[in-house]
């Protein structure tokens, strides 16, 4: 641990949320939560002391294969497993174990500081069978919060502004009409996109959808 790492207010906050939080949240959803404490904090900051609380070994950042990274409260050595369909992330005791032989890597010369066991599968919630969207009779896997329609606030504001645009616009007028940044605005679009309330008939360009409309009602 770097002991001479400076403890400021903002981090302290970020430490508290995600001590409190019993899940292992992604930059964007912690920042949603910070930002009820500390209203003019902006992501990027919430990114770079996630960072560097990592870097300090205080927290520990999941760099789960191909997927946005989350963090853990915990930075103790332990094992996690991760849900295929709705990315929820859990902690997982394993029994101690050796090492994997590495002999082979080694004569190629890397010098390896680590091991990391993925484990995958679904998670309890999207085990269990959810009602039909169709009259087909066939029921559909998932679970409630990947199923949810529900807007966070900050989607709800890049819908507003999207309401506002008679035509498509792109990520720069977004954030010009909402405040946020462009990493926050990305990630908000694919959510909305894949809840069906924005649409993108041009490359890069987005547009409200009639369910999006409804959202506003």
Known sequence: MNKTLRMTHQREIILEELHRSKVHPTADELYERIRKKLPRISLATVYRNLEILSEAGLIKKLEISGRQKRFDWDPEPHNHVFCTLCQRVDNIVTPESRVP?????????????????????????????IEPKSNTGVATMGCATCESTAL?????????ALAQTPEACGGKEIAALTGLESKQISCQITALK????????????YAITDQGKDQLK
């Open 101 to 129: 032989e590495i002999g082979l890597i080694q004569e190629k010369g890397y010098q390896v500081t680590g091991c990391r066991i993925e484990f995958f599968g679904l998670c309890p919630k999207c085990q269990k069978p």
């Open 194 to 205: 894949n809840k069906g309330f924005v649409t993108s008939p041009v490359r890069c360009k």
């Open 152 to 160: 966070s606030d900050t989607q709800r504001r890049v819908l507003e």
